[in-house]
C-alpha cells in the first residue's frame, strides 16, 4: 500500500513473493517500473487510490499486506477504509505489517482528530502512540510492535528510530484475536 518508487515491492519479490503494488503517484510509480524492469522482477504496480482499487482490481487474499508509510498519511476518516481493506484482501492467517511515525519521536504531528479537522491539514503525517495503533488493529493479533531500529548512514538497511515497525496477523474466522494456538511466524 503506498508503494511510492517500489523500494519493498522488489525487495519481497526478490524473496519470491508475488506482489500487487499500488501508489498514487504516477511518477513513483514509473521509477518503479523502471527499477523493476532494470531487475527483471515481475512486480503488478498499479497507479491509483489504493482504497478505491480495493474491492475492485486488487486481487488477494494476501499472505501479507505492507504499508510502509502510508497509513500515517491518512486522514482519520481514512482508517476505517484501512480496515476495511484488510478485512477484505488479507486471508485469514495472514499477516499486516506496518511503518508509521511514533508518537514522542522527531516526526509526526501529534495534535488529536478534533484538532486536526479544526485545521483541515495532517502536517506532513500523523504520529501514533502504541496504544492507539493497538486500539485501531484490535481486530488483528499483535506478533511484534516495537521502534524500528536505527540504521547508520552506511548501512544497507532501512531504519529510522522515529518509526514503529509493528506486525499483525489475521485470526482463523471465527477465532479472537490474540487467542488460539497459531503457527510460528518464521523467524520466531
Ligand atoms: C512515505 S511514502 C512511502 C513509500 C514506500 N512505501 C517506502 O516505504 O519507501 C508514502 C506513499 O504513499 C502513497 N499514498 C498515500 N496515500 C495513498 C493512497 N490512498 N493510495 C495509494 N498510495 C497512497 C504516496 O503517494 C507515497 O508514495
Known sequence: MGCGPGRNA???ASLGFEVDAVDLSPAAIAWAEDRARAEGAGVRFRCGDVFALAGTELGGPYDLIYDSGCFHHLPPHRRISDLALLE???????HFALACFAAG??????L?????YRQARLHGGLAYSAESLRGIFAGLTEVELRRMRHEPPESPLFGESFL???LFRRTLPGVPPGSGSLPPFPGD
Open 10 to 12: 522488489l525487495h519481497l
Open 88 to 94: 477484505r484482501h488479507l486471508a485469514p492467517l495472514g
Open 105 to 110: 519521536g522527531e516526526a509526526g504531528c501529534e
Open 112 to 116: 488529536d482528530d478534533a484538532d486536526l
Open 164 to 166: 514503529w515497525t509493528g
